[in-house]
């Protein structure tokens, strides 16, 4: 009991005094703050405490941390995050506007514009193939990555080959590694939803995924050639269900850009033979 009375002494010499003073000044705010009489080991004893804004500032530091560690960790495991060359760079200001994708280009300014305020709104742009939801979507992408936010931007096939391949012994990620970072970051966008071939494997794992970000309370875009109907067909009720609940469709009505463009090179080329 003598040793454990000098170790306390000892303590309130190093943290403390043993008697009452006028108190001390903040450093960062000014305000006195008054000592404060606490018993140790049924010893009266007076204590500094620090000051309100302290506790603040160390709270924030701790937050800043925590956020960092947090991005971090998911970057980690989003190099699976993959938007590809092509659309590394795409922004709304380099978007093609043709007739048809005016409501799909309004939609995803908004989304990401007011990202913060959808909260749990998710997106699907559907549309022909090639009429530039997938520009919009990486737009989007691109828009929230700058404000600092984790969007992570996977092309369904992609992801689910790349969950496969964490079945091989030895690969660092695991399945439930790529599903946490599916599942926490702030936007999930899936390029090409409904393009897969749906296993029973491929409709757990995607349930997963949707069901995940549906309890996270974290929102979901996606673009699909399949209409929602269509799409409902596809992956089936359960998960149409999760995402119904979730999101708003917005068609993209423009035809296809890829196929005017190549038909606009077969024209060119045509004439060229024909002079
Ligand atoms: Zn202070």
Known sequence: METLNKVVENLIHQNGTTSESDGEH??????LIPPLK?????KERWVQPVCECYQKKMLQEREVFQNYQKKRE??????ISDI????????????VMR????NAFKAATHYAENFTAYKLQ??????VPGNG?????????NHLQKQGKISIFVRMPDLLGKIRATFDKGKQESEEQILKALSICDLLIIDDLGAEKLTD?????LYRIIDGRYRMKKPVMATSNLDPELLDGKLGRRIYDRLEEMSQPIENKATSYRREKAKLRTTKFKKFLEE
């Open 122 to 127: 998710s997106l699907i742009l559907y549309g």
């Open 26 to 31: 903040c450093e960062e705010c000014g305000t």
């Open 201 to 205: 494997w491929v409709e757990d794992i």
């Open 133 to 141: 939801k997938t520009h919009l979507a990486a737009s989007v992408h």
């Open 74 to 79: 998911v970057e980690r495991l989003f190099s």
């Open 38 to 42: 606490i018993f140790i080991l049924g």
């Open 84 to 95: 590809g060359e092509r659309y590394q760079e795409a922004s709304f200001n380099e978007f």
């Open 99 to 102: 007739k048809g994708a005016e």
